[in-house]
C-alpha cells in the first residue's frame, strides 16, 4: 500500500522560506517520479514541481522557477521542496503525489499521477 506522508507547512511572512518533505512508503521510491501540486481556497489544485525517478530531470510552474527547488533523496524515500522568496500567492494546501507507473516521465502530467498526499497548509503573510 503506498502511502505519501507531507510535512514541513506552516505560517511565514512574504520573502521567508519553508521546507516541505513527503515521506513515501510501500513500494521501491526510487523508480517513480514525483510531484508537488498545491490547492489555493477557491482554486483549482495546480502543478508546482515535479522531479523525475533518478534525480535528473526537474520541472517547474513558471510562477516558482528561481525560488523553488524540488529534490529527493532515494535512500530516505523522500521528496524535498525547498520554497524561498515566499509571496502571499503561494498560499495554499500542498500535496505530494506519484504515479502508478514506474520510469514514467511523469512530471507535470496531472492526470498520470495515481497516489496523494493528505497535504500541508502553507500560510504566507504580507
Known amino acids: 500500500q503506498v502511502q505519501l506522508v507531507e510535512s514541513g507547512g506552516g505560517s511565514v511572512q512574504a520573502g521567508g522560506s519553508l521546507r516541505l518533505f513527503c515521506a513515501a512508503s510501500?513500494?521501491?521510491?526510487?523508480?517513480?517520479?514525483m510531484g508537488w501540486f498545491r490547492q489555493a481556497p477557491g482554486k483549482e489544485r495546480e502543478f508546482v514541481a515535479a522531479i523525475s525517478w533518478d534525480g535528473e530531470n526537474m520541472r517547474y510552474v513558471d510562477s516558482v522557477k528561481g525560488r523553488f527547488t524540488v529534490s529527493r533523496d532515494n535512500a530516505k524515500s523522500t521528496v524535498i521542496l525547498q520554497m524561498n522568496a515566499l509571496k502571499p500567492e503561494d498560499t495554499a494546501v500542498y500535496y505530494c503525489a506519484s504515479p502508478s507507473r514506474p520510469f514514467s516521465g511523469t512530471l507535470d502530467n496531472e492526470g498520470l499521477y495515481s497516489y496523494w498526499g493528505q497535504g500541508t497548509q502553507v500560510t504566507v503573510s504580507s
Open positions: 510501500g513500494r521501491t521510491f526510487s523508480r517513480y517520479d
